[in-house]
């Protein structure tokens, strides 16, 4: 599977950014993908993630209520709603997916995940 993140950008506190990552190689279908940011200097942080099979999502507290994940599955692409951006959003943004054959609640867990597209980098300025 091959993945292409895109969508990042320079934004003001408030705005709102839409994510795209674009899947080819394979469909979604038996796929868990989830989003990932990495700040300078900070590790990697899983941020949202949904599982394909029945659509459970999960989100960090960090963005709960103000990001929001989605799949189209005729797009093959995975998007993330970005609203309320702050300051402290600021990061590059990866998107990542491993195969599930079972439904429920995704991981955040970035060791599980088995391909990753290019990050994106997500900019917010106060």
């Known amino acids: 599977v091959q993945l292409q993140a895109s969508g990042g950008g320079l934004v003001q506190a408030g705005g709102s950014l839409r994510l795209s990552c674009s899947a080819s190689?394979?469909?979604?279908?038996?796929?868990?993908i989830g989003w990932f940011r990495q700040a300078p200097g900070q590790e990697r942080q899983g941020i949202s993630c949904?599982?394909?099979?029945?659509?459970?999502?999960r989100y960090s507290d960090s963005v709960k209520g103000r990001f929001t994940i989605s799949i189209d599955n005729a797009k093959n692409t995975v998007y993330l709603q970005l609203d309320s951006l702050k300051p402290e959003d600021t990061a590059v943004y990866y998107c990542?997916?491993?195969?599930?054959?079972?439904?429920?609640?995704?991981?955040?867990?970035?060791?599980?995940?088995?391909?990753w597209g290019q990050g994106t980098q997500v900019t917010v300025s106060s």
């Open positions: 990542g997916t491993y195969l599930t054959y079972y439904s429920g609640n995704c991981r955040l867990t970035e060791q599980i995940y088995d391909y």
């Open positions: 190689g394979s469909t979604l279908e038996n796929y868990a």
């Open positions: 949904i599982t394909n099979r029945d659509g459970t999502t």
